[in-house]
Each structure stands twice: as C-alpha cells, then as structure tokens.
C-alpha cells in the first residue's frame, strides 16, 4: 500500500524541501501540498519533486472556481515534465464563503462546474488540446498547450468528493477521490460503493482511493488530542464535512484522527485499507511537535515498504 504525508505549505521552501527528503528516507512514497492562497501548489509540488528524485508529489487540492482548465493543465503539466512523471493533480469544489470572499464569484452549480472542468481538463493533459463549449466554462487550443515532457505519462487527476454527486462525477471523469475526515465506515458503506459504480458504469477503471488521515504517533495522547481538537475544528464548519464525520461514526472532527502509540495506529491504517482506500496520506503530522513527527513517519514508511 502506498502511504504518503501532507507536508504543510508555511515555511520556506529550502525548509519545505528538507522535509520532503526527510520523509523519502523515512520510506513514504509521497508529499501532498494543500492550495490555499500563498505557495502555488503545482509548483511547489514541482520544486521539490525535482529536489528529491523517486519522491511523488501531489496537489490535494486546487478548487476550481476561480480557475480555469487551460492554466491548471499548464500548471500540471509543467509539474509532470519537472519531475518526471511524478506529480499528481488534486481537485476540489472549494467553499461558498473562500469562493465568493476571496474570488468574489458566486458560488452556484458546483457540481455543474466540476463536470465540465474535469471534461476540459482531461484532453488537455493528455493531448494538449481541446475544443469544449459548455454553460460554465469555454476551453479551446488556438495554440498548442502542450508541455515537453508533460504529457508523456498522463498526470493522474483526483478529485476531494465526499457526496454522492461529487462521487458520481469523479468516478465518470476523475481517475480517483481525494477523500478527509472520511473514516472506514464511510469509506466502506458509502464512498468507496458510489465513486466505483459509476466509474465502471461509464468503463472507466477502478478508481483510486486515496484516504486522508490526521494522525500523529504519540506519548502525549492527552496533548496532542487537544491540539487535533482545536486544529481540525474548523472542518466541523462545513455542511459537508459534517455529513461525513458523522457516516464515519463521529461527531467532531477530532474524533476522525489516528492519534496514539504505533499499535494503534498501525490498525487505523490497516483499518482504512480493509475499508477500501488504495493508499493513505496522513496530514497533520506535525501536531505533537518534530519527535513525534519523526515518529510517525517511521512507522508509516515501514508499513508502506512491509
């Protein structure tokens, strides 16, 4: 199974990149970067995918208001080329209040958008063109939009649905799901049966689950319980995480988290696996501090290589 970590986007870059090759010597298969509105993920994403070679890199995940499919398939293709076929493209709905705060474009048909943003994206990464007309979004190439290098190996596109429609979407279209603070039950009873039904509806392949975990091996449960508990509060704020914490069978977010010693965690990883996930990134990592961190990337870069 491969597992990777969500490395946070607030240092520096030189810093950013020492944590990424600390994170390949531990065994971990990939780096994930969020997209917020500092760095610019894809590059990031490519800098330290060339810094670190045999390191996967991946954006989890750029919303597509405010974006269109021409940039975001020059920004992953650039970041395929940089790092040899090693970068994935991570997609999201966003949110109502960053969309029409930060954007100031209403937030209206998400699901609409995403058909028709994943519709022109896929020509463009794989064949540098495209010629879409749709009620949301126009995508044509009166230039070529290829990148040298960028295309060759296809750069997988995910998508972070949770819902039934986003599923539906992301199994049609996507080449897999970018699920947080979904846990196995909801992977198992809900998510993981909807996006694979409708991807082999329209014979599509299996998709890839990839399950995002807030986890931390630790001495200090207590501690770093209640720093989780502040830290991922702010999901509980959204309609749509909600829903899911609680088809996990939670009721806050906190309770989502793969906090305490290596056993335990050890089983919350195989938890997700029997549940249905292709791979898991942990994020939140660094909640209890740099020993913790080490140590639990340690474990999971030996589960990931057990």
């Not at 986007?9 to 531990?26: C, F, K």
């Not at 196995?184 to 299996?206: C, F, K, N, Q, Y």
């Amino acid at each position: 199974m491969s597992i990777g970590v969500a490395l946070p986007v607030h240092h520096s870059i030189d810093t950013t990149v020492r944590l990424a090759r600390e994170a390949h010597e531990a065994g971990l298969r990939s780096v994930w970067f969020g997209q917020t509105f500092g760095y610019d993920s894809p590059a990031l994403a490519a800098i330290v995918g060339r810094e670190v070679p045999g390191l996967h890199v991946g954006t989890a995940a750029i919303p597509v208001f405010g974006r269109h499919p021409l940039l975001v398939s020059s920004q992953a293709q650039t970041a395929q080329a940089a790092t040899a076929g090693r970068y994935h493209l991570g997609l999201a709905l966003g949110t109502k209040f960053l969309t029409e705060t930060g954007f100031g474009i209403p937030y209206e048909r998400p699901i609409a958008r995403l058909r028709e943003f994943l519709t022109a994206l896929r020509p463009l990464l794989e064949s540098g063109s495209a010629d879409f007309h749709g009620e949301l979004l126009t995508a044509t190439t009166p230039l070529p939009a290829t990148v040298p290098g960028g295309a060759e190996t296809p750069v997988p596109v995910l998508v972070a649905a949770m819902a039934p429609q986003s599923l539906r979407v992301s199994g049609e279209l996507a080449d897999g799901i970018l699920p947080l603070l979904a846990g196995p039950r909801a992977l198992d009873e809900h998510i993981v049966p909807a996006v694979t039904a409708a991807a082999s509806a329209a014979g599509r392949p299996a998709p890839r689950i990839v399950a995002c975990v807030p986890g931390v091996v630790t001495g200090d449960l207590d501690t770093v319980r209640e720093t989780a508990t502040e830290q991922l509060a702010f999901y509980e704020q959204f309609p749509s995480y909600q829903r899911v914490i609680g088809l996990s069978g939670g009721t806050r977010a906190v309770d989502l988290a793969a906090l305490g010693d290596e056993e335990t965690v050890a089983a919350e990883v195989r938890r997700y696996r029997e549940a249905g996930a292709t791979e898991v990134v942990f994020t939140a990592t660094d909640l209890g501090g740099d020993e913790d961190r080490l140590r639990t990337w340690k474990l999971l870069g030996e589960l990931a290589n057990g």
